[in-house]
């Protein structure tokens, strides 16, 4: 077995590529669906359960680096969540500035307030609007302020933390229900009910709990010998996410609609797929295998630190713009990889380490 004990976890960050191209194969479907066999493109259809991937991880990262200890004083909860801003929001900032910038094509969109401070996704009006697939950062921040409160709940038991997170979901379901009594909430705050459930993190909370929940397993001896007992995880927790991916599939009306509109395909992909996934993570990181030494290479682990780029560009505006100019066969897949290494080495990374020694120097 690997030594866990150095918090360096190649295989899942080369994960993180292997879960951008599902996004990005998802968004781009619409270009097979004459060429693909009816069930392959239905299987295709659900690869929005990359998000999955990413939020489980960001969910077992956050837990197993900081557990609650931001919440130790005042001063080291901001640094914590100013590195959490530093990670996510300054690439954000300057594609969306460059979207406003550039008139002829945001057309004269003015929500700058609700698009910078990432709240636009919180509104079922505008949250096809900007950078579109930003809505997850929204999840994702959200998940970032409540994280050290959550996995010291969880250290108590797992029963507090479910408790909290089933009330935060009621909470935004009743500031749902009664703007929706109150004024008819034209702008669609947490409404509809399966915008709330599939787009905010009061809906996909568990996504993250169960990311959590495999790195409070890992730092308890009890823990570890309840993973050690699970057999072929890689394998199992594979094939688990393929027929779990399936099933949601089974749900769906057609291509286009997907299985987890409907609750028997949203209640396999809040609560069994994220097991899934956190089972084949513990095996990619206790298991070496021809799939944990793939994801570990030096090329998938650079994609793998490159993906946020890539998700962020691979649609909307910068994609867009790109296609004006040279549109690929491969509907610039690879040129969009390509951007997306260029931006992290020569922007991303320095700038972020350089807010990061910023933070540090808080004292």
């Known amino acids: 077995m690997e030594n866990l004990s150095k918090n360096k976890f190649d295989a899942l960050t080369g994960m993180r590529a292997i879960a951008a191209i599902m996004v990005f194969v998802y968004h781009n479907r619409k270009y097979w669906r004459d060429d693909l066999p009816f069930v392959v493109l239905r299987f295709i259809s ?20 900081y557990e609650e200890k931001p919440l130790e004083s005042k001063r080291s909860y901001l640094k914590y969540i100013l590195l959490r801003i530093a990670r996510i929001f300054p690439l954000y900032w300057i594609l969306l500035s460059a979207y406003f910038l550039d008139i002829p094509y945001s057309k004269g969109v003015d929500t700058y307030f609700l698009q910078y401070s990432l709240f ?51 909470l935004g379901w009743s500031i749902s229900y009664g703007l929706d009594w109150y004024n008819g909430n034209p702008d669609g705050f947490l409404s ?10 009061f809906g996909r909370s568990l996504e993250f709990f169960f990311g959590m929940l495999l790195a409070y397993l890992m730092k308890k001896e009890e823990g570890i010998q ?19 991916t399936i099933s949601i599939a089974f749900f769906a009306r057609n291509n286009f609609v997907h299985g987890v509109e409907r ?10 797929l994220p097991v899934a996934i956190a089972v084949f993570f513990w095996g990619l990181m206790s298991e070496k295998t021809f799939v944990s030494k793939i994801l570990s290479t030096k090329v998938f682990v650079l994609l793998g ?24 066969p491969d509907h610039n897949f690879v040129l969009l990889w390509i951007c997306s290494i260029i931006i992290y080495l020569g922007i991303e990374k320095p700038l972020y380490n350089w807010c990061r020694d910023l933070i540090a120097k808080i004292r």
Request: with cysteine; hydrophobic share 55%.
């Open 46 to 65: 659900e690869w929005h359960i990359g998000v999955t991937v990413f939020f489980v991880l960001s969910g077992f990262l956050l837990a197993y680096r």
């Open 120 to 170: 636009y996704s919180l509104f079922d009006k505008y949250s096809v609007s900007g950078i579109v697939q930003a809505w997850s950062l929204t999840v994702e921040f959200f998940f970032y302020l409540l994280a050290p409160l959550l996995f010291s709940l969880l250290k108590k038991s797992w029963k507090y933390c479910i408790s909290f997170l089933i009330g935060f979901f009621l």
């Open 192 to 201: 509809p009910f399966k915008f709330m459930v599939g787009s905010t993190f």
């Open 226 to 244: 309840f993973l050690k007992n699970l057999k072929k995880p890689t394998l199992f927790g594979g094939i688990s996410i393929i027929i779990l």
């Open 263 to 272: 609750w028997e395909g949203r209640i396999i992909h809040e609560i069994f």
């Open 305 to 328: 630190n490159a993906s946020f780029i890539f998700y962020l560009i691979h649609l909307s505006y910068f994609n867009m713009k790109l296609k004006s100019y040279i549109y690929l």
